[in-house]
């Protein structure tokens, strides 16, 4: 009898071992609102993947109302330089332009949970604008993803100062828009997850990663992985940094 639950004992561990550990994954795509084939491509994509809709753009009323209406997670891709245009933020201007260019934005992208940077190398850098966001995003109970174009950006750490729910980017799915670096990286993502238990992954609606995401996203399980809406990662990573962006669940450049 002994022998017998020592066996089935090893045998548990065995298969606890072999199960691959729960790890989490959010999906966003940015610069949405452009076209309404792709943006209807993306919005079929299964699972909850988060709309980021730029406001600069002919469609992003409708699509926001649309996405919204679908169950998905909409936020508002504000344009920060080195973008340009009527909404976007630049260093030097002051605080009430910026205000004004922020509403006007969240205007156009109605039913945002959030906002993340499109481009913004130069932007997110500046911590006086970044600090006016974070405590205007609380103000208004909204979110924020820093998009992490720049190493030097000091945007989630400024969200961290003052508790703002956010989370930081980890890996850009196509740099390089061919299936094969895409996949790549959807496979760096999910490694980052098991690693760290979770990742958030941003991409665009190019041809090509529409076409991978179709084809993993409903694999996604079986590697272990749950896809989860941009909220609960929020939740589940409780504003700590990962180790990619700093150390002891602090920024690095604080």
Known sequence: ??????????????????????????????????????????????????????????????????????????????????????????????????????????NKVPYAAGVN??????????????????????RRHLLFVDSRTSAATVAAAEAQKIGLAHVSRDVFLDDVRTPEAITGQLRLGVEMAHKQGSAVLIGHPYPQTLQVLEREIPRLRSQGIEL??????VAERSNQAMPGHGSHGRYSNR
């Open 1 to 106: 009898m002994r022998y017998l639950l020592s066996l089935l004992l090893c045998l548990l561990a065995g298969a606890a071992q072999a199960a691959p550990a729960k790890a989490y994954l959010t999906i966003i795509i940015d610069d949405l609102g452009q076209s309404t084939e792709r943006d209807q491509r993306t919005l079929a994509l299964p699972g909850p993947v988060t709309m980021a809709i730029m406001p600069d753009t002919p469609h992003a009323t409708d699509f926001a109302r649309q996405a919204h209406k679908a169950g998905k997670t909409v936020i508002l891709h504000m344009p920060m330089d080195p973008a340009t245009g009527a909404y976007a933020w630049h260093p030097g201007i002051a605080l009430p332009e910026l205000a004004q260019r922020l509403d006007a934005a969240l």
């Open 228 to 233: 989860i809406r941009l909220q609960q990662m």
């Open 117 to 138: 940077n499109h481009m913004g190398s130069r932007m997110t850098s500046q911590r006086e604008a970044m600090a006016w966001l974070m405590g205007e995003l609380q």
